[in-house]
């Protein structure tokens, strides 16, 4: 999704100062921020709490909101860079500057100006004027960065890799703009606008043999967003049980798995047996449903006065195509 924060050359130093370069873990920050001030008018921002790297993720639409949380879920991925500057100037392979990805050689991006210019599409690249610091001299033109959506870091035990989500409400949506109405005097070059913007992104990632994605609401279950919402809004909760009591209360649950009996009787059977609140089995049982060592089906919806039902497909295969090199 192409953000639409009005250019200007304090959002660009702001960008810049947060993006060039990147930081890592708790320590990254967004292009554009899930705040009022920052997210594009009409924009649905919302912050998620990645407990892993102990940070927000920021998302700006109810798609990406929703279609983050699997990538969240994936045990693939080892970091997220979210509202990612597009490197208007050449620059090395996102790779190059984390730990694990030392010690091979990938190939750099030539930037968005280089790849629009290949494309003779120059003319749609957003530039911003930034005054001169000298009283009566001109102000320069810059160029601008398009912001991308997900940059998903991950590691299938071959070695690492990278993937781009572009996201966007529904499929038509990456060949029209939303926020022009068709009797617009520029409705067409907004269209023009936006297709190049796409393809500018697809060709800038591919480059680093990077492959990008194109995401929708027609692309997942509800059922299974939902549900990995309900399970991650555990995921900042303590427990006071020890390794192997956790495990034990894990074992108890999945031996239960497609059996009648509600999971909540079973959270009371293990407070009951082991004297302690139902709250914190309840955070052993979500967590360990996030953590997929209790496998159910998380395309129906998932209550815990049901019983719980036994997994007949595992998202991350049925997703697999996300996660492809």
């Known amino acids: 999704m192409g953000k ?10 702001e960008i810049l100062k947060r993006q060039d370069p990147c930081a890592w873990g708790a320590d990254y920050l967004p292009a554009i921020k899930a705040i009022r001030e920052e997210a594009p008018a009409r924009s649905r921002p919302a912050q998620i709490w990645w407990e892993k790297h102990q940070r927000y ?4 639409s109810e798609p990406e909101q929703f279609i983050v949380l699997i990538g969240l879920f994936h045990p693939w991925l080892f970091e997220l860079q979210e509202q990612r500057m597009l490197h208007y100037l050449p620059t090395a392979h ?4 984390h730990l694990k990805g030392a010690g091979v050689i990938r190939p750099a991006l030539r930037g968005t100006l280089e790849v629009s210019d290949s494309l003779k599409l120059l003319k749609y690249h957003a530039m911003v004027a930034v005054p001169r610091t000298q009283p009566g001299k001109a102000a320069t033109v810059m160029p601008f960065p398009w912001v991308g959506d997900f940059l998903l870091f ?3 035990g071959q070695g690492v890799y990278c993937v781009n989500w572009t996201v966007k409400n529904w499929p038509e949506d990456f060949e029209r703009p939303v926020r022009f109405g068709k009797d617009s005097k520029d409705f067409q070059e907004s269209i023009e606008k936006e297709q190049a913007r796409h393809k500018v992104e697809a060709l800038y990632y591919l480059d680093g043999d990077i492959p990008t994605v194109r995401l929708t609401r027609a692309d997942f279950d509800i ?3 939902m549900n990995l919402a309900q399970l991650l809004s555990w995921s900042k909760r303590k427990h006071s049980f020890s390794e192997e009591k956790t495990r034990e209360f894990v074992n108890y649950f999945k031996a239960a798995i497609g059996t009648s009996t509600a999971a909540m009787a079973l ?11 139902t709250s914190e089995i309840k955070i052993v049982l979500h967590q360990a449903i996030w953590h997929r060592l209790i496998r159910i089906d998380l395309f129906q919806p998932f209550h815990i006065d049901k019983p719980l039902l036994r997994e007949t497909r595992d998202p991350l295969l049925v997703y697999a195509h996300w996660f492809a090199r």
């Open 94 to 97: 996102p790779l190059d500057a």
């Open 223 to 225: 059922n299974v967003v």
């Open 57 to 60: 993720v920021h998302v700006l």
């Open 267 to 277: 959270v009371f059977d293990l407070a009951r047996a082991n004297d302690c609140e």
């Open 154 to 156: 991950l590691d299938d």
């Open 4 to 13: 639409t924060t009005k250019p200007s050359a304090a959002r660009l130093v």
